[in-house]
């Protein structure tokens, strides 16, 4: 007899590892580079399968597993980074994991202490909570890889941001999961040793709730895109040198970056833009402490008639040096065509990449000896600034800035009329990773209903418009987006009026983390009511 449990117990559990490793393979195909979004609203199925089947500590184990499945497919084997150790990706998955794994044991301790149906409900208010927390988590914040990010080509569903934040997609993507789990419990008890049957009226209720929900929201979307374009143009036109990492920061290749840089600009200028961008660290030095290339820059506007945004920063990233010898800020600059004209506008990155422009809390962890590589420490700006040109306001995220709602709103709570994200992503090659950065970025452009324009040294660089739909790319000869070396202009068109999530910030997230909080304390008393009656209804 202990034979025959032992082997239907391994059964069990290698057919719930089995679901959790589909269902994190599922969800990350759902992303780029793979980019089958379709997937993610099935993805969390076969998870939920396998944690109605499991005690709160599997279940805390078999989400850990799935988060380690999804972020490996996610981070790992997607990004070029060599210089990155398994240890690092290892220290990145002990950090990540955590989180899903306690949205599993929530999501287990509802399923049997209060009802399958309690789990299901709360499973998308938990989900949430956890990708708020994981955004927001001191210098570890990092709002990549949300559920609602693998949307970012379905502009009809993602209108919806504007109010929510791309949490809220992430919460409608796990509760049409929740209702099509709800759906599978309807079939026979012993084809899935479920050990629970929901009633089927309250689930096919619920499902058609969600179902007509569903279509509203896609109805809402293809609405808000049929909307005719308003507001003032603005021509700008985006300088995508392709540069690559290893001799951009070689001074022997200086003079030709900015022969590249400087032709394309020339080429961009017959379009008579108002603006031309080029993108993060253009320069091959920092004009502040270079002259000659501050004046060889002042040339360049005049010459193109035309304001020169674009970013400069004093050191290489990832350079080892002596981080106590200097301090650097990581700017972006606005240059006047005219000598005489308005003064040079300056930016200062505020939000630095911790382990790329600086070592957190260098003082107290011994990074050197978990091998983390040492970096030139990088000062951050002290408050986001807008670039002005006469009445036209716009603010420049730098880099990984945009991927956070909260700073892009911040630009645009100041006056921001549309963004203009510069950054370099040489350091990821030819890796899915630009494409992630661009799912995010779309993002910023529903939540605030503005224009986003990209300017990257080897791409993706582009517009978005307020609907999020990415309406040009530069493109190479062959159609390739990553390496092409081109120009790209444009227009966009100037914003107004402030979206509840401009105004709001994150405050459906931050429901979805009171509600959770709230049901999970609710667990034991009301757990203790049903065993109560429970009770009562068998001595009856």
């Known amino acids: 007899m202990a034979i025959g449990c032992d082997s239907e117990s391994l059964k069990r559990a290698g057919l719930n590892i089995g679901l959790t490793v589909v269902s994190g393979a599922l969800l990350s195909a ?57 240890l690092h990706h290892a220290l990145l998955g002990v950090y990540l994991c955590p989180l899903t794994g306690l949205f599993g ?38 709002p990549w890889a949300l559920v609602g990010h693998s949307q970012y080509q379905n502009p009809a569903i993602i209108q919806m941001a504007e109010f929510t934040g791309a949490y809220g997609v992430s919460f409608w993507i796990v509760c049409v999961n929740a209702a099509l789990t709800a759906l599978v419990f309807l079939l026979p008890k012993s084809r899935f040793d479920s050990g629970v049957m929901l009633r089927s009226r309250s689930v096919w209720a619920w499902t058609a709730a969600v179902a007509l929900v569903t279509v509203g929201l896609a109805a809402y979307g293809r609405a808000q895109l049929a909307q005719e374009p308003s507001g003032r143009e603005f021509k700008l036109s985006v300088i995508q040198p392709s540069i690559e990492q290893e001799k951009k920061w070689d001074q022997t290749n200086a003079a030709a970056v900015m022969a ?7 080429q961009a200028a017959q379009d008579k833009p108002a603006l031309i961008v080029w993108p993060e660290t253009a320069t091959p030095k920092s004009i502040t402490t270079d002259r000659q290339l501050y004046e060889q820059v002042r040339d360049i506007a005049a010459a193109a008639d035309s304001y020169l945004l674009f970013g400069s920063a004093q050191l290489a990233k990832f350079k080892v040096g002596d981080a106590q010898s200097a301090r650097f800020k990581n700017s972006a600059y606005l240059v006047p065509p005219a000598r005489n004209g308005p003064k040079v506008q ?21 990074w050197k000896r978990l091998y983390v590589p040492e970096v030139q420490g990088y000062m951050p700006g ?11 306001a716009f603010g420049a995220p730098i880099c990984w800035e945009n991927i956070f709602s909260e700073d892009a709103r911040q630009f645009v709570q100041e006056g921001a009329q549309f963004l203009i994200n510069i950054t370099n992503e040489a350091w990821f090659g030819h890796s899915a990773a630009p494409y992630q950065f661009l799912s995010m970025n779309v993002f910023r452009a529903v939540e ?93």
């Open 105 to 142: 044991c929530f999501f287990c301790v509802l399923w049997r202490r209060v009802s399958p149906a309690a789990a299901l409900l709360a499973a998308p208010f938990a989900w949430v909570s956890q990708e708020y927390i994981r955004c927001n988590f001191f210098f570890l914040a990092l």
């Open 346 to 366: 300056q930016y200062e990155k505020v939000r630095l990449v911790p382990f790329g422009e600086y070592l957190p809390h260098a003082d107290i962890i011994p």
């Open 448 to 540: 605030n209903r503005v224009y986003v324009v990209r300017c990257a040294n080897t791409g993706i660089s582009c517009f978005i418009d307020r609907q999020g739909r990415v309406v040009s790319r530069v493109r190479g000869a062959d159609g390739s987006e990553i390496g092409a070396r081109g120009f790209l202009t444009g227009a966009v068109r100037l914003g107004g009026e402030k979206t509840f999530f401009t105004r709001h910030g994150d405050l459906f997230a931050k429901a979805c983390l009171v509600i959770a909080a709230l049901v999970l304390v609710a667990a034991i008393p009301i757990e203790l009511i049903l065993k109560r009656y429970q009770r009562k209804d068998s001595q009856a």
């Open 30 to 86: 759902a992303f780029p580079s793979h980019d089958l979004p379709l997937l993610a609203w099935v993805a969390f199925v076969p998870l939920f399968f396998a944690l109605a089947r499991s005690r709160p500590m599997a279940a805390f184990i078999l989400s850990f597993a799935w988060g380690f499945v999804f972020y490996t497919d996610y981070f790992f084997f997607m990004f070029d980074l060599p210089r990155y150790s398994f």
């Open 260 to 266: 590249v840089i400087s032709d394309l600009t020339h």
């Open 382 to 392: 002290d408050r986001f600034v807008l670039f002005k040109m006469g009445s036209v």
